[in-house]
């Protein structure tokens, strides 16, 4: 398996399958993806918190399956779509006048021996939806987790941050903040963007120098 890198991040960022960086934090729901075949019942959630990289899963997943990929908040009755392959974003957002249609959509999609794959930063018991039928069909979903970094992958993620951002960190630096931040996606997405401000505004170069004073005055 090729090493990979991906992330939630804003337009601009490369959403390709080789952009995706694999780790033992993110190599379950990485295979997961890959065979959708296998999935209890042709449905899969993948879980975890923001900015660990399930919009740009689910992007290479709809490229490989040719589905068709929306957020939760974006459903409104009527609904249809021929697809075969269908993927939801952001369970947690959906309206509760859409639980009806998604309901009948998971329903469609079993009948035709369709995949549904559907991602949330909480797990499914934990979705704010009220209709029973689609409640109980939703919390019998096998899940796929991502779990906060490893170091591994907290140091391709800080890399790739500052690659976005057209910056080539020296690899001391990269260390050094892979062992001072904590182990999250979204501390790593905090620093680099903190410190590209602080060089811009001070005219000065990113280095440990600056990481350091960035990091011992949080404020």
């Not at 987790?145 to 960190?169: C, E, G, H, V």
């Not at 001391?172 to 892979?178: D, M, N, R």
């Not at 680099?192 to 811009?200: G, N, P, Q, S």
Request: proline content about 6%; hydrophobic content about 45%; aromatic content about 6%.
């Amino acid at each position: 398996m090729s090493d990979q890198l991906a992330f939630d991040w804003p337009t601009g960022v490369a959403l390709g399958p080789d952009d995706f960086f694999v780790s033992t934090a993110n190599a379950q729901a990485f295979a997961m993806l890959r065979t959708p075949q296998t999935w209890p019942e042709q449905k899969l959630a993948l879980v975890g918190p923001k900015g660990c990289g399930k919009s740009h899963l689910a992007r290479v997943f709809q490229t490989q399956s040719n589905g068709l990929l929306i957020a939760a908040n974006e459903i409104t009755a009527p609904f249809h779509t021929n697809a075969q392959t269908v993927i939801i974003e952001d369970m947690e957002m959906l309206n509760q006048a859409a639980e009806e249609v998604v309901f009948h959509l998971h329903n469609n999609l079993r009948a035709a021996g369709g995949s549904l794959l559907l991602t949330s930063n909480q797990p499914p018991s934990r979705w704010p939806i009220a209709l029973p039928d689609l409640a109980s069909r939703m919390q019998a979903t096998t899940i796929a987790r991502i779990d906060n970094p490893d170091d591994a992958l907290l140091s391709a993620l800080i890399m790739k941050l500052f690659a976005d951002r057209q910056i080539n960190p020296q690899p001391a630096l990269v260390q050094y903040l892979t062992s001072r931040i904590e182990r999250s996606f979204a501390a790593a997405a905090d620093i680099v963007t903190r410190l590209d401000t602080a060089a811009l505004a001070q005219r000065r170069k990113i280095n440990k120098a600056l990481a350091s004073e960035l990091l011992d005055n949080p404020n």
